[in-house]
């Protein structure tokens, strides 16, 4: 959560005098310790917690089907919850019924640089950077059922069956609430970075706008590919009906920047109402994965329900998307060299071509 804020511009602690805003950064002591008994370090590394302990947080909402609801604010006496491991805080409006209470702080009060302006997570933002259309990277988005579907494996197996293959392989996170572990993983997978809503200034995006989300999107992937990506994956966090995944993917912008769609689920009836939901939105899936694909016969059910091929991880990591993903960005390069017109991603082909076709231009 602090890996961005040069440990320099940490001088002072001043007093809590307003209501925190999303993205503020302050000091904490733990008063009671709950579900998060662990907290992610700058460097990566989980480190213990114990009641009494001073940490560093930054206020932010959380939206967890599975765990938390959280908003970015306080109780009385500067009273709050530990929302993720991350270190994002909060009060927790509604949680899963399996969940524990959370891990209770009491805010000692804002930190601040040294001409005590308290300091804010969107100060250290990485903008988006300009880059010739003409080169730009095949986009691959990966989406979900719902949480804990197996979205950042099926991202993993991705990048690795692009990465053996001798691509050059960014990746990026483009919601969710801040946790580095997701990161950690889709660069052991071979990403040669990755970058998240983080790195754009936030710690989470439940509550963002259309427009936020757009900026994130074009910061992370302009960013790498101005590295050299030759291919981009990205994970959306969630499931389709979550409120940012819902907005993003309605949006006829954001889907024109994404090559492909892989669709992650953990059971095969979530296959059907979830690829005809995609289909309503003009997304069709090149593959289906998640952690469905650790039963054959949950494979069998996915793939005769939808006539869409249900991958396993090791059939991800051993590159068998690989030649779908490819076409894609062939059949891309082909229709700009064909019309001289430089696209976002053969996402845009498609519409542009089916709209030709409407119009009795092809």
């Given at each position: 959560?602090?890996r961005?804020v040069?440990?320099?511009?940490?001088?002072?602690l001043?007093?809590?005098?307003?209501?925190?805003?999303v993205?503020d950064?302050?000091?904490?002591m733990?008063?009671?310790?709950?579900?998060t008994?662990?907290?992610?370090?700058?460097?990566g590394?989980?480190?213990?917690l114990?009641?009494?302990?001073?940490?560093a947080?930054?206020f932010g909402?959380r939206?967890?089907?599975?765990?938390?609801?959280?908003y970015?604010?306080?109780?009385?006496e500067?009273k709050?919850d530990?929302?993720?491991?991350g270190g994002?805080?909060?009060?927790?409006?509604?949680?899963h019924?399996?969940?524990?209470q959370?891990?209770?702080?009491q805010?000692l009060?804002?930190?601040?640089d040294?001409e005590?302006?308290s300091?804010?997570l969107?100060?250290?933002?990485?903008?988006?950077?300009s880059f010739?259309r003409?080169?730009w990277?095949c986009?691959i988005?990966?989406?979900?059922?719902?949480?804990?579907?197996?979205?950042?494996?099926?991202t993993?197996?991705?990048?690795?069956?692009?990465?053996s293959?001798g691509?050059r392989v960014?990746a990026g996170?483009?919601?969710?609430?801040?946790?580095?572990?997701?990161?950690?993983q889709l660069?052991?997978?071979?990403a040669f970075?990755?970058?998240?809503?983080?790195?754009?200034?936030?710690?989470?995006?439940?509550?963002c706008?259309?427009?936020?989300?757009?900026?994130i999107?074009?910061?992370i992937?302009?960013?790498?590919?101005a590295?050299?990506?030759e291919?981009?994956?990205?994970e959306?966090?969630?499931?389709l009906?979550?409120e940012?995944?819902?907005?993003?993917l309605?949006?006829?912008?954001?889907?024109d920047?994404v090559?492909?769609?892989?669709?992650a689920?953990?059971?095969?009836?979530a296959s059907i109402g979830?690829?005809?939901h995609?289909q309503?939105?003009?997304?069709?899936?090149?593959a289906?994965?998640?952690r469905v694909s650790?039963?054959?016969?949950?494979?069998?059910?996915?793939?005769?329900a939808?006539?869409?091929?249900?991958?396993?991880f090791n059939q991800?990591v051993?590159?068998?998307l690989?030649s779908?993903?490819l076409?894609l960005?062939?059949?891309?390069?082909l229709?700009?060299?064909?019309t001289?017109?430089l696209?976002k991603?053969?996402s845009q082909?498609?519409r542009i071509?089916?709209?030709?076709?409407?119009?009795?231009?092809?």
């Amino acid at each position: 959560m602090l890996r961005r804020v040069p440990c320099q511009r940490i001088v002072n602690l001043i007093p809590v005098s307003c209501p925190p805003k999303v993205g503020d950064l302050a000091m904490a002591m733990i008063t009671d310790i709950g579900k998060t008994a662990k907290i992610e370090m700058a460097t990566g590394r989980m480190g213990l917690l114990y009641k009494g302990d001073p940490i560093a947080v930054v206020f932010g909402h959380r939206y967890a089907t599975a765990q938390f609801e959280g908003y970015a604010d306080m109780r009385a006496e500067n009273k709050c919850d530990l929302l993720s491991s991350g270190g994002v805080c909060g009060v927790v409006k509604s949680k899963h019924e399996a969940t524990p209470q959370p891990t209770r702080l009491q805010i000692l009060g804002y930190l601040a640089d040294a001409e005590k302006k308290s300091l804010n997570l969107s100060e250290f933002s990485m903008k988006p950077v300009s880059f010739n259309r003409g080169r730009w990277p095949c986009v691959i988005a990966v989406c979900g059922g719902a949480m804990d579907s197996g979205k950042t494996y099926t991202t993993s197996g991705i990048i690795h069956g692009l990465v053996s293959s001798g691509y050059r392989v960014g990746a990026g996170k483009l919601t969710g609430t801040a946790a580095g572990r997701d990161s950690w993983q889709l660069l052991d997978a071979g990403a040669f970075n990755v970058y998240d809503f983080v790195d754009c200034g936030l710690p989470s995006t439940f509550r963002c706008s259309l427009e936020a989300l757009h900026r994130i999107f074009d910061t992370i992937t302009s960013n790498l590919a101005a590295q050299g990506a030759e291919y981009i994956v990205l994970e959306i966090a969630d499931g389709l009906l979550e409120e940012e995944t819902a907005a993003l993917l309605n949006s006829a912008e954001f889907r024109d920047s994404v090559d492909g769609f892989v669709y992650a689920i953990s059971d095969p009836l979530a296959s059907i109402g979830g690829v005809a939901h995609l289909q309503n939105l003009g997304i069709k899936p090149i593959a289906l994965s998640g952690r469905v694909s650790q039963s054959p016969l949950g494979i069998w059910e996915v793939e005769k329900a939808t006539a869409l091929r249900c991958l396993t991880f090791n059939q991800l990591v051993s590159g068998e998307l690989n030649s779908e993903i490819l076409a894609l960005r062939n059949k891309r390069e082909l229709f700009q060299n064909r019309t001289g017109f430089l696209t976002k991603s053969y996402s845009q082909v498609q519409r542009i071509v089916s709209a030709d076709r409407r119009n009795g231009k092809e």
